[in-house]
């Protein structure tokens, strides 16, 4: 006989809604969604579509009806609970916004649990759009299958960062200044520092050196070295990210 083919299919359109779902719910889509689902993948009533709500994990829905444009869905199932996702933050200095948007974008698929844009002195660009990165991350979870969105912080100064750190979680800081792996190594600092962490990456000109010495001197940062070449600023993030997750993260 003939394999089952898969339910719901590989294929099945995914999107992230921001109200709590739950098996038996009926709810109407419209704007984006509904243009995305009608106009775009073209779904008929029956078709499934999965949804999730960065809550209590992802569902599947069948669509009831179609309008020109809105539709209706109902929630036939979880399909899985919400995931826990690593304790790492990210904390970034903006950069400009197309490889802003990139970084975002990856360190979102690469598993973070948060990220915070950070103002250095050395800084290119003194502000972000929320609005505009919360879309980023929200498109890049829906491509990677994410069930939970990484918290997007507002910006704010590297002093003010430093002032109210919380001791229990380690800051690994890229250190360009270290150009032996010796001094610096990841691994090492990694081993010797389990447990929640963030990773702070400086600006395109590098901090200061009254910065590096003001994140020194915080008691729990360590750091550390990205290799014997300069990388960009979201090089240098998506680098850290991945050794952090491989090492310590959800990758082992």
Not at 172 to 193: K, M
Not at 216 to 242: F, H, N, V
């Amino acid at each position: 006989m003939p394999a089952t083919p898969a339910w719901p299919p590989r294929s099945t359109p995914r999107l992230f809604v921001d109200v709590p779902l739950s098996v038996g719910l009926e709810m109407g889509l419209d704007g984006a969604h509904a243009h995305y689902l009608i106009k775009v993948m073209r779904l008929k009533v029956g078709e499934a579509v999965k949804l999730f709500d960065d809550r209590s994990g992802e569902y599947l829905a069948v669509i009831s009806a179609v309008g020109k444009r809105d539709l209706m869905l109902e929630i036939k199932g979880l399909l899985r609970p919400r995931e826990t996702v690593p304790d790492l933050w990210l904390c970034c200095a903006p950069i400009k916004r197309d490889r802003m948007s990139f970084m975002i974008e990856k360190a979102t698929e690469l598993g973070v649990a948060k990220i915070i844009p950070v103002q250095t002195t050395r800084s290119v660009v003194d502000k972000v759009n929320p609005e505009k990165l919360r879309a980023t991350i929200i498109e890049a979870s829906e491509q990677c299958e994410r069930t939970a969105l990484p918290c997007l912080y507002p910006m704010v100064k590297l002093p003010q960062l430093l002032a109210t750190w919380q001791a229990n979680r380690h800051l690994f800081f890229a250190d360009e200044r270290l150009h032996s792996l010796e001094d610096g190594s990841f691994r090492t600092a990694l081993t010797n520092h389990p447990g929640p962490a963030a990773i702070l990456i400086g600006p395109e000109g590098g901090f200061t050196d009254a910065e590096n010495d003001a994140v020194r001197a915080l008691p729990c940062t360590t750091p550390i070295s990205l290799g014997p070449r300069i990388l960009r600023a979201e090089t240098a993030a998506l680098a850290a990210i991945s050794v952090w997750m491989a090492l310590s993260g959800d990758w082992k």
